[in-house]
């Protein structure tokens, strides 16, 4: 039996934002009082220009855009191994679309009011954000799932899982709403090994994530 302790286990990334005190927001540049009152200019602009999706990634120019929002696949579903896994993979790449976007509304699907981590990231995404800051990761978050196990807790009638796997966060630049490098930003550190705890909603049919962090964060009783 595991028993997650007090102390934080956010990545240094979340340390970083934490400590962030900002005062001031990015603004957004719009041209659209400019069109409601030139209707000719908008009908012409209408007809000729039309908006970009392509995906841009983040620079020291400013944050990414357009950037694809991640779906919770079928088998993600499954009160299975392979559901717990999917749903974990599928967390962190919720995460760094919060990470680049700072919207969580994928996040918040898979993640338990309880799950202190995911509160933290919810909370310090959508903060900095909308505080104008913005990051730019040098590379891709790796994940590798080592082991997982599902069991079912007959006392309060559902389905646990038990998820191991080792993380590598890549070295992320953050700037502020001046366009500024702050001294939080950081290189990539070594792969950690981490720690999830899951439960299924079997009413919801998906998983939800009730702790996740570094596996040397938590302690192990025998019964």
Same mark, same amino acid.
């Given at each position: ?49 039309? @908006? !970009?999706? $392509?995906?841009?990634?983040? =620079? ?5 855009? #357009? *950037? /694809?929002?991640?779906? &919770? ?46 509160? @933290? !990231?919810? $909370?310090?995404?959508?903060? =900095? ?5 913005? #990051? *730019? /990761?040098?590379?891709? &978050? ?82």
């Amino acid at each position: 039996m595991y028993s997650p302790t007090k102390k934080s286990v956010t990545l240094r990334i979340f340390a970083a934002l934490i400590g962030l005190t900002v005062t001031a927001s990015l603004a957004a540049c719009s041209n659209n009082d400019e069109d409601d009152n030139n209707p000719e200019l908008g009908k012409t602009t209408d007809a000729s220009v039309s @908006e !970009s999706t $392509e995906f841009v990634p983040a =620079s020291e120019d400013g944050p990414a855009q #357009n *950037v /694809p929002e991640p779906h &919770l696949s079928a088998v993600a579903t499954e009160n299975s191994e392979e559901g717990a896994e999917a749903t974990l993979e599928y967390f962190w790449s919720a995460e760094e679309y919060a990470r680049l976007t700072g919207i969580t509304n994928p996040l918040e699907i898979v993640a338990s009011e309880h799950c202190e981590f995911c509160t @933290e !990231s919810i $909370e310090g995404w959508t903060e =900095s954000y909308g505080d104008g800051y913005w #990051n *730019v /990761p040098k590379g891709d &978050l790796e994940i590798e799932i080592e082991e997982a196990h599902v069991t079912d807790e007959e006392e309060e009638n559902r389905t646990v899982g038990y998820v191991f796997f080792s993380l590598l966060e890549p070295g992320t630049d953050f700037y502020n709403s001046e366009g500024q490098k702050t001294e939080e930003s950081f290189d990539a550190p070594e792969a950690k090994d981490w720690f999830a705890l899951m439960y299924y909603d079997a009413t919801a049919q998906r998983w939800e994530i009730d702790w996740i962090g570094l596996e040397e964060s938590i302690t192990w009783e025998d019964q």
